[in-house]
């Protein structure tokens, strides 16, 4: 049994195991008092025997909705509409845990991840200013909140509240059928349902402190500064950065796809953070873990089928 009242989990298919030891790592560096669990889309067959870790497996879940789960859905997909599913799991479980965080697995922890609120939920937006960017779908565009949602998914806070367990069984409920990443269609995984939130639940907390959830979608309103080996976002400290759409093996691009913001040249403090998060997934094996083939891949459809057709079903 777990004996902190804080816990961590992320969620992960085997190879992307360096990144969440290099998180769990940062995490529990900067919050030693608390413990992390990594949840893994798969068995523990299929992921070599490590020691220091907590794992949770997609098979201890027992849940019944989760095989047909596995056959509609790519593994990106399959992680976002699992995240309700191992939280309701991790508190039934542990009745220790009374503040359970979130965390995408490309999130890397500087600071202390303090408690904001005794909300049931805590969410960070996307976007916190109105920054008027550039015009149609671009990412800095406020129509993209449109299509991939206000709040960003990869971060939440949850307290043992009644409140809390009807919000993850609704989100459950909706995931089940639609985490498609289907944005011009209405649909963005797990993420787009948040924008829904307020309509159906109270006990909610937006934080909107820059240190959080740091990420290249919000770095046209978020000044980063270091001092002494210190990170700062307008000024107050770096708690996570979120290092969405990365690749280590690229390490001079801070994204995977071009756009005229998004360059070191532009922004050359992020270059010394993000080669510490890229030094830190290397140690941890990403060479060896990121050869592990998705255990599930022989489950997925080769052609999926028509939007209204898997729509009602």
Known sequence: MLTQQTTAYTIITPNYLAHAKALQRSFLKNNESCSFIICVIGEQ???PAEEGYRFLFLNELQDSRIDSMLQRYQPFELSCALKPYFALHLF?????INRLIYFDGDIHVFGTVEQQSNAAITITPHRTQFVNY???????????????????????ELLRKEE??????????LLEHFSYAL?????????????TIHSFFDDVYINKKPGYNTGFWNLIERTVTEENGNYFVNGEPLIFYHFSRYNPELPDNMVDFEHPMLSFTNVPVLKNIYDVYREAVFKEGYKQYKQIAYPYAHRIPVKKQKFWKWLFK
């Open 92 to 96: 039934k479980l542990h009745s220790s």
């Open 183 to 195: 944005p011009d269609k209405h649909i963005f995984t797990d993420q787009l349902w948040l924008s």
């Open 134 to 156: 550039l015009p149609g779908l671009d990412n800095f565009s406020t129509t993209e909140l449109l299509r991939y949602g206000v709040y960003n998914a990869g971060y939440f």
């Open 45 to 47: 067959q299929h992921l």
């Open 164 to 173: 809390t367990f009807l919000f993850l069984n609704w989100w459950a409920m």
